[in-house]
């Protein structure tokens, strides 16, 4: 799997607290060893969002990422159920 990200993704993860960064680069691993753990809460989103799938990194953080092909994951967004949802 390669793992990809947007430069907007990686600018809104900068500006995450330290905690919520460590709490995402643990997700990563896991989503690399199991993309289906339910840990994860990995589903596809509809409406404006359609073709991206939501990963949760915490209660409220979300990271949205496509798929393009089998193997290569890009992360787009990343940030609270609200700001990205509205």
Do not use: C
């Amino acid at each position: 799997m390669i793992i990809q990200y947007l430069p907007r993704f990686k600018k809104q993860y900068a500006k995450l607290p330290a905690s919520f960064q460590q709490q995402f680069d643990e997700r990563i691993r896991l989503f690399v060893v199991d993309p289906a753990d339910p840990r994860l809460r990995v589903h596809p989103l509809k409406g404006k969002f359609a073709g991206y799938w939501s990963m949760n990194v915490n209660g409220d953080i979300r990271a949205l990422y496509v798929m393009k092909g089998d193997s290569i994951v890009i992360f787009a967004l990343i940030g609270t159920h609200s700001e990205l949802y509205g």
